[in-house]
């Protein structure tokens, strides 16, 4: 794809940027001003408060100066002891801390009273806000600091390794091309808006593998290696384990076997809010690194404990920033959801319980800290950091891929890409921002409340598990329980209409499926052979005995755990006779990957199959409306050790751009169909082409190439690249 002409600048020039910079000896004159609101604030405490009394006119301005010199330079030091409990109580416990060291400094100055603790917490906290307040309307921004010491160091750096650009590379998890086209044509992203309207910047999609999630995108963006990653969870049979890229022991062991030490940040590089390391040497809220207590990557530099969470709660404004965030977001959160409920808004899912006090730590907390960490990584000069920023991804599985809240989540990153646009202008070492998602989301209504059971269940029941009992209420006096499945078929059948045009027009009569039970008969198998003696209880729940069944996003994955190794079709046909044909004809299910001892891998589909090794396609190809590249991807996964006996994705719709996922969400992700395959790429101009990039481990190539086209030097590794194995 072609690009604008590069754009060529000095950056050792500070260009004119919108936000707060530096202005000179206006900052002391507003620094002032808020000594002075304070001091006026102190005076109101003063008669109002009941435990807290100055006897004299000068007492309040000296108390306002020594709090400021507490929370400037006394407190950021004793935070780094304390630090532990500031972080476990997400900032609040920081200001229990400094309520004492107020306690202290009241009590020393002579004529103030202060009883207790408890008002002292309440004067530290009004002091706080009034500050917070004062220094948002007065336009001081706490990247003035940054600012100041950034110059200085500009001023001073001179090196070969300084005049070499440094890269950010911010993830917006879970934004796909469209969305963020919509995004920035809307005024919803200005930021990146103004950068492409600039042509400083150019924007493209990138195809995802066919796992679109996370933690294949990430390791695979990141280590350039993600085999046998076959979902955000999946379920490894040789050891009845099931994998969780979220789980911190299952992270280390992903970044284990794909890390060789030559990752995307492995010189100088951080790693901030990630799901891996990409080994660089400085890391933090980073998953795969939360169990870390030695071993291949002893030897690198863990950032001091809360990494990030230092830097921001050192200062006591930002807690009250967060909080208030925080808060704000819970509430919009609440709004918004009895919106959707009073409106009747589809598809929709459960919003309740303590999700809306859950959100805001995506959406807030771990953004503003992720932030904070960025600029001091861009002050420290480092030559390279990875961000992801999760808010608009969680969201959006509540919410929906555009609906208002989602954009607004949107809006709120984009400010802090523009925040952290301004910092780069002056820190040590010019730096390129390049912006990308691991992913899209496709929406739909849940696979549960559109069809009235799981895929768990589903499988299950195909596969001989016993029907749930019902559940009554206490002496069986009122009426029952309804099951989730049971309230799932309730809301199901408000669409009755269109769910029996569905299964009316896929009620067993399916190509496939004929030919499939038409296999089942020459064989002599009979439809009543579900093996249920064993199946015995194990790590891993089972969907019916001896079979589990583990689902991620688009995609579930199921296991015949008595067999060892790949379960082949002919075997499946013999011991589940009515699995595969029904699960083929099910109009959620948009195709079901298995091997053949005879073909080899093979798709199945309602009106076709694909036979993946010879290109053999009979009746209509199940493959068509999921991307040119489908084929490829799919033939891919089957090559991993892990590849489960089936690998099924759901159905997705090209009339109405929607597919239903495995789990309750609306927007979602993790298979093939629709805008979960398409992530967004946002590089500047004056960097190589990019061209048409299919798979985590190709983007990897791109952004190494780009590092490597800037100056940074090739890593070298410092332990082998672990052995990877293919079925």
């Known amino acids: 794809m072609s690009r604008p002409a590069p754009i060529v600048r000095d950056y050792r020039v500070v260009e004119p940027v919108r936000g707060p910079l530096l202005r000179g000896g206006r900052v002391v004159v507003r620094v002032v001003l808020v000594w002075a609101l304070v001091t006026a604030a102190l005076h109101l405490l003063d008669v109002w408060l009941t435990g807290f009394a100055m006897t004299g006119w000068w007492q309040p301005a000296v108390c306002a100066l020594l709090f400021g010199v507490l929370t400037a330079v006394v407190w950021p030091l004793v935070l780094r002891v304390a630090l532990p409990f500031a972080l476990f109580t997400l900032g609040l416990g920081s200001f229990l801390l400094l309520a004492a060291g107020s306690l202290a400094i009241f009590w020393a100055v002579p004529g103030v009273q202060l009883t207790n603790i408890r008002t002292a917490f309440v004067v530290v906290v009004v002091m706080t806000v009034v500050n917070a307040v004062a220094t948002s309307l007065l336009a001081i921004d706490e990247d003035e600091l940054f600012f100041r010491r950034a110059a200085r160091r500009s001023r001073k750096a001179d090196t070969p390794e300084q005049r070499t650009p440094g890269v950010l590379f911010l993830q917006v998890d879970g934004l796909g091309h469209e969305t963020a086209r919509r995004a920035v044509r809307d005024g919803t992203m200005p930021t990146l808006a103004r950068w492409l309207a600039e042509g400083t910047h150019t924007l493209q999609h990138w195809t995802t593998d066919w796992s679109s999630q996370t933690g294949a995108s990430v390791c695979g963006i990141l280590h350039g290696s993600n085999t046998d990653i076959l979902g955000f969870r999946w379920?490894?049979?040789?050891?009845?384990?099931?994998?969780?890229?979220?789980?911190?022991?299952?992270?280390?062991?992903?970044?284990?076997?794909?890390?060789?030490?030559?990752?995307?940040?492995?010189?100088?590089?951080?790693?901030?809010g990630n799901l891996f390391t990409g080994d660089a040497p400085h890391y933090s809220l980073t998953m795969s690194t939360?169990?870390?207590?030695?071993?291949?990557?002893?030897?690198?530099?863990?950032?001091?404990?809360?990494?990030?969470?230092?830097?921001?709660?050192?200062?006591?404004v930002n807690g009250i920033r967060t909080l208030a965030?925080?808060?704000?977001?819970?509430?919009?959160?609440?709004?918004?959801?009895?919106?959707?409920?009073?409106?009747?808004?589809?598809?929709?899912?459960?919003?309740?319980?303590?999700?809306?006090?859950?959100?805001?730590?995506?959406?807030?907390?771990?953004?503003?800290?992720?932030?904070?960490?960025?600029?001091?990584?861009?002050?420290?000069?480092?030559?390279?950091?990875?961000?992801?920023?999760?808010?608009?991804?969680?969201?959006?599985?509540?919410?929906?891929?555009?609906?208002?809240?989602?954009?607004?989540?949107?809006?709120?990153?984009?400010?802090?890409?523009?925040?952290?646009?301004?910092?780069?202008?002056?820190?040590?070492?010019p730096y390129r921002i390049v912006c990308l998602s691991d992913h899209g989301q496709t929406q739909g209504q849940a696979f549960a409340d559109r069809f009235g059971e799981s895929v768990e269940e589903f499988v299950g029941r195909l596969c001989g598990a016993e029907p749930p009992a019902p559940r009554r209420r206490l002496l069986g006096l009122l009426p029952p329980r309804r099951t989730p499945a049971e309230r799932s078929t309730r809301r199901a059948a408000e669409g009755w209409q269109v769910g029996a045009a569905l299964a009316e027009a896929s009620a067993g009569d399916g190509f496939v499926a004929r030919r499939l039970r038409g296999r089942v008969e020459k064989a002599g198998a009979a439809p009543s052979t579900h093996r249920t003696e064993s199946g015995k209880p194990g790590a891993v729940a089972r969907a019916a005995p001896g079979v589990v069944v583990c689902a991620s996003g688009h995609v579930a994955m199921v296991s015949f755990i008595e067999h060892p190794g790949r379960v082949e079709l002919e075997t499946i046909e013999r011991e589940y006779p009515e699995l595969l044909p029904t699960l083929v004809d099910h109009p959620g299910i948009g195709f079901v990957l298995v091997r053949s001892a005879e073909f080899g891998p093979v798709v199945l589909g309602r009106d076709g199959l694909h036979r993946l090794d010879s290109g053999v396609v009979i009746g209509e190809d199940p493959l068509a409306d999921y991307g040119e590249h489908a084929v490829g991807l799919i033939s891919r996964v089957d090559t991993f050790e892990h590849c489960p006996d089936l690998m099924i994705n759901s159905r997705y719709d090209p009339a109405t751009d929607d597919a239903s996922p495995f789990e309750p969400h609306v927007g979602s992700h993790g298979g093939m169909g629709g805008p979960q395959s398409r992530g967004f790429l946002l590089a500047p101009s004056d960097l190589p082409a990019a061209g048409e990039v299919v798979g985590a481990e190709h983007l990897h190539q791109v952004l190494r190439g780009w590092l490597t086209h800037l100056g940074h030097p090739e890593p070298v590794a410092d332990h082998p690249a672990p052995e990877r194995t293919s079925a």
């Open 235 to 272: 379920y490894e049979k040789d050891r009845d384990h099931v994998m969780a890229c979220a789980h911190p022991a299952d992270a280390a062991e992903i970044e284990r076997r794909h890390s060789d030490g030559r990752g995307l940040l492995a010189v100088d590089g951080a790693a901030r």
């Open 325 to 429: 965030g925080a808060v704000v977001d819970a509430v919009r959160e609440i709004v918004e959801a009895t919106s959707q409920r009073r409106a009747d808004v589809r598809p929709r899912t459960h919003r309740g319980g303590l999700y809306p006090l859950a959100r805001p730590g995506t959406t807030v907390i771990a953004r503003d800290v992720v932030v904070s960490a960025l600029i001091e990584d861009m002050l420290a000069g480092r030559s390279v950091a990875y961000a992801d920023f999760l808010g608009y991804d969680e969201v959006a599985h509540h919410s929906g891929i555009e609906r208002a809240d989602a954009l607004a989540v949107l809006r709120t990153i984009d400010q802090q890409i523009g925040r952290l646009h301004r910092a780069a202008q002056l820190a040590p070492r």
């Open 290 to 316: 939360v169990t870390l207590l030695g071993g291949a990557r002893s030897t690198r530099r863990r950032d001091h404990l809360g990494g990030g969470y230092w830097a921001y709660f050192a200062n006591p």
